[in-house]
């Protein structure tokens, strides 16, 4: 059990480590670097390891629609291939891309790029309405069927609960109705799920693709930045 040292314990300590030599002093600072230096590389350790490797150039190659993407475009591109029905991607829009868009995309850093990635006919309606409400809008309709995911994605009637959903879009019922007609846009989503699983070999959502490494699954604030940092200026 720690016992903490007393008044006249402590003044002797001071006296008897005021008066070592040199030598004890250079060898308490060479432990203390050597003990920075184990933390820096635990830290450094606590990148996740990527699944794969893929070319960044055709990963950041244009699409059929235009880039749903915010921050600098010199920043380090941060991929988000998701799905509006994945919970985990969900948690991760609301849990950790506010602090990573504050520590990286709002300071320049990172650029973040967020691909519809729909794995079901509910993601493809979901998507193509955000797209309806507009190109420059679409990121934060994605941004509020997250948030309301519970309430129109696992429910029993889940294509008239997505169109509630989306009331504070502006959008009525008759103009989502007739977005789920256009089927030019429903071909360009199919095109980047295509794209996707051709170029990245994506097996399921989130995928995150950083630097040209594929890392598959939710990724915590912690791990973007042990990603990021050896590649932000």
């Known amino acids: 059990m720690f016992r903490p040292l007393s008044p006249s314990e ?4 001071f006296v008897t480590f005021s008066s ?3 030598l004890v002093r250079h060898a308490a600072v060479a432990a203390f670097a050597i003990a920075l230096s184990f933390a820096g590389a635990a830290q450094a350790q606590s990148a996740p390891k990527p699944d794969r490797s893929v070319d960044m150039a055709a990963v950041l190659r244009p699409g059929p629609l235009p880039e749903l993407s915010i921050g600098d475009a010199k920043g380090v591109p941060v991929v988000e291939y998701g799905s509006l029905t994945c919970p985990h991607c ?12 504050s520590a990286y995309v709002d300071t320049g850093k990172a650029r973040f790029i967020f691909r519809e990635f729909a794995r079901n006919p509910l993601d493809l309606a979901a998507f193509v309405l955000a797209r309806c409400v507009g190109d420059d809008k679409a990121l934060a309709t994605i941004e509020l069927l997250f948030a309301q995911q519970d309430k129109w994605a696992f429910v029993d009637n889940p294509l008239e609960a997505l169109i509630t959903a989306m009331r504070p879009t502006g959008m009525s019922h008759d103009r989502a109705m007739a977005c789920l007609e256009d089927q030019a ?7 980047i799920v295509e794209t996707a699983e051709s170029t990245i070999k994506i097996a399921g959502t989130p995928t995150f693709v950083i630097g040209g490494k594929v890392y598959e699954g939710e990724l915590s604030l912690d791990q973007l930045s042990a990603i990021l940092e050896p590649l932000v200026k």
Request: proline share 4%; glycine share 4%.
């Open 20 to 22: 070592s030599s040199s």
């Open 90 to 101: 969900a948690v991760f829009d609301h849990d950790v891309l506010p602090a990573f868009e």
């Open 185 to 191: 846009k429903a071909d360009a989503m199919r095109r």
């Open 10 to 13: 402590l003044g002797s300590f």
